[in-house]
């Protein structure tokens, strides 16, 4: 099966602060995504990465910065945390499909970050 | 671009029951997959179904399934012999075809279904 993990389950920052959130996945899946969600708006693409050191941004990036150093790793950084960014933060990874399909996109179990 | 709707924010369904999920989505795509993901209560996402738009035959997981009409742009999940641990907040999404690396994948806002004893 697969796995994805993440550093937290809940954190809360105060504004300001730099909070690193990170995501580890074990099969070797190509392709690394942060969304947000939240209610009523469902799941927003944040950033995704599809190979090591290679980011794009997603529908709101603003705010937010990513690192992919490692093939099982992509961190999400707020480089200065604000209110308006309490929210779920999920990550997911997928395997893209021979011939440049992505397919089936797997989660990790959310931090919920609140900064207060 | 790609819409996604769940025109139910909040469904509830006797435990042994069948329930319907709607989902419609808006594309100019012809080939594209559909799915249906599952979050339970401070639980992780997962997969439940998933939709090829070629294939005309609906896909069915156990006691999940689903009525895909590719003309009117529908896509419901049927959840038979509801069971408590069915409770969960329901995402219905949509993925382009040859879309690279996933990063098109839409969501919709999602329905939270309870399952009553």
């Known amino acids: 099966d697969v796995k994805v993990t993440q550093s937290s389950r809940y954190l809360v920052k105060r504004t300001g602060e730099k909070v690193f959130l990170e995501c580890v996945q074990d099969?070797?899946?190509?392709?690394m995504f942060w969304y947000r969600q939240d209610p009523g708006l469902g799941l927003r693409l944040i950033y995704f990465?599809?190979?090591?050191?290679?980011?794009e941004k997603g529908d709101i990036p603003e705010g937010y910065s990513v690192s992919r150093e490692k093939k099982e790793r992509f961190s999400l950084i707020l480089e200065s945390a604000s209110t308006n960014q309490t929210s779920m933060y999920l990550c997911?990874?997928?395997?893209?499909?021979?011939?440049?399909?992505?397919?089936?996109?797997?989660f990790g179990p959310g931090t919920r970050l609140t900064v207060l | 671009a790609q819409t996604v709707t769940q025109s139910q924010p909040e469904m509830s369904v006797q435990e042994a029951e069948t329930v319907t999920l709607s989902c419609t989505y808006d594309?100019?795509?012809?080939?594209?997959?559909l799915f249906w993901y599952k979050q339970p209560p401070s639980r992780q996402m997962i997969l439940v179904i998933r939709?090829?738009?070629?294939?005309?035959q609906n896909a069915t997981e156990n006691r999940f399934s689903v009525n895909f009409q590719k003309a009117a742009k529908s896509f419901s999940l049927k959840i038979s012999d509801s069971q408590l641990g069915d409770t969960a907040m329901y995402f219905c999404a949509f993925m382009k075809t040859w879309d690279n690396y996933g990063q098109n994948f839409v969501f919709g806002p999602g329905t939270r279904l309870s399952v009553l004893p």
């Open positions: 997911a990874s997928s395997f893209p499909i021979a011939g440049g399909s992505a397919d089936t996109q797997y």
């Open positions: 939709q090829e738009a070629y294939k005309q």
């Open positions: 099969m070797d899946h190509e392709n």
């Open positions: 990465s599809y190979d090591v050191k290679m980011k």
């Open positions: 594309t100019s795509e012809n080939n594209y997959y």
